[in-house]
């Protein structure tokens, strides 16, 4: 004779009551927790000792639950962070080279004039801005070849 799995085999409720009240300890390591088999999942979605993954995109750290919080926010390499000179989000192991590229990081002017300016405006500064940038002579088209300071026709 054969068995119908959904006719002739339903679950043992008393048994499965008995064993749902035996007592178990937290599988975490360092948890103390002890509790009956049918709250350990609850317990688990909490426990502090629990081996979780960093919830930053990208890293692939596991850690106690109750040191997760710290990494995520402090040491985190992935932790998103904002640029302080344009205000962009980046994650902290990428800002290195985001300052590269930043267009509002000052820079020192390229003439030396001891003026830092943000990458993106130097163009503009350089010619025409800075005191020390280099221009023709007014009486170039008379034939003087040399170059005069901006500050020196002001």
Same mark, same amino acid.
């Given at each position: ?68 919080? &710290? ?62 940038? &280099? ?20």
């Amino acid at each position: 004779m054969d068995l119908n799995q959904d006719l002739d085999v339903f679950p043992d409720k008393a048994t499965e009551r008995k064993i749902l009240s035996f007592f178990i300890k937290c599988p975490s390591e360092g948890c103390d927790w002890t509790g009956e088999l049918r709250n350990k999942k609850n317990h688990l979605a909490t426990c502090s000792c629990k081996i979780v993954s960093c919830l930053n995109k990208n890293c692939d750290i596991t850690m106690q639950r109750k040191n997760l919080k &710290l990494h995520m926010t402090t040491t985190c390499q992935w932790r998103i962070i904002q640029c302080e000179h344009c205000s962009e989000p980046h994650p902290k192991c990428q800002m290195e080279d985001h300052i590269k590229e930043c267009l509002k990081f000052p820079l020192p002017c390229p003439n030396i004039c001891g003026v830092s300016i943000p990458r993106e405006k130097i163009p503009d500064h350089a010619t025409n801005d800075c005191p020390l940038t &280099l221009i023709p002579c007014p009486y170039e088209q008379i034939g003087c070849k040399r170059k005069v300071n901006v500050q020196v026709l002001g």
